[in-house]
């Protein structure tokens, strides 16, 4: 009797032995954490924080903070156009993205977005907080012409879209590095609906003079509310040496 209380004895150290050595695969984690958007602010420098209109084409841009999670697959993003629809899901992206550009839409239309982080066991995050956007018709560009070469200070004008707003010049110098090939040198805000155009720098505000040779290019935002825009398309010039 006495051994076959100490065989079952030893059977059972056994047994939580093999349970103390279970294998991470044996243990579903949790979701990850909900990714936190980025959400319209006019004041920063960085004029691609989301969401925010694409130069070129029609488009919206969103960004989101990046998971830290080791097992992060990727995310998914959610579109609803807004007040009435439901969110739908329009695309997966790879963890190593963190923005997301959606250039199936339409103008003059209230699109809002949530993303979810998924990780390799595909265990789903809730969905983030909505950013919108609606998107309106770029404006047209007129002086000076795309890869004009100058001899003096550029004067920028465009024809008007008759809304209320405020017209956004930007210059930006092309550094040559891959990582910042465009840098904004000098930004200028108007509301005057009566004169379309505005001379490099005649706020005194440029970060930088133009250099003869050296290539900048150029684009008018014009936003009619804070999540309300579009960017014009790019045009390019160069000071005469």
């Not at 065989?7 to 093999?18: D, K, T, V």
């Not at 770029?138 to 200070?153: D, G, H, M, Y």
């Amino acid at each position: 009797m006495t051994r076959f209380i100490w065989l079952m004895f030893i059977i059972f150290l056994i047994a939580c032995s093999e349970d103390a050595t279970e294998t991470p695969e044996d243990i579903v984690d949790g979701p990850p954490r909900t990714p936190q958007m980025h959400l319209h602010q006019r004041d920063l420098p960085d004029d691609l924080w989301g969401p925010d209109a694409l130069t070129d084409t029609d488009g919206i841009h969103i960004e989101w903070e990046a998971n830290t999670e080791d097992d992060l697959a990727g995310y998914n993003i959610y579109r609803a156009i807004a007040p009435s629809e439901a969110y739908e899901k329009i695309d997966s992206v790879a963890q190593n993205f963190t923005f997301y550009e959606d250039t199936d839409v339409r103008l003059e239309i209230r699109y809002c977005y949530r993303v979810t982080a998924v990780d390799e066991m595909e265990n789903e995050s809730t969905r983030s907080e909505s950013a919108c956007y609606t998107l309106i018709r770029k404006l047209v560009l007129t002086e000076p012409a795309n890869q004009a070469i100058l001899t003096e200070l550029p004067t920028f004008r465009w024809l008007g879209i008759g809304e209320t707003g405020f017209y956004i010049v930007r210059v930006f110098i092309d550094t040559g590095n891959a990582e910042e090939p465009f840098r904004e040198i000098w930004h200028y805000e108007t509301v005057n609906f009566d004169q379309f155009e505005t001379t490099y720098n005649q706020d005194g505000r440029a970060t930088e003079t133009l250099i003869p040779g050296q290539q900048y290019r150029w684009r008018v935002d014009f936003e009619a509310q804070q999540t309300v825009g579009s960017e014009s398309n790019w045009r390019f010039f160069t000071i005469q040496p």
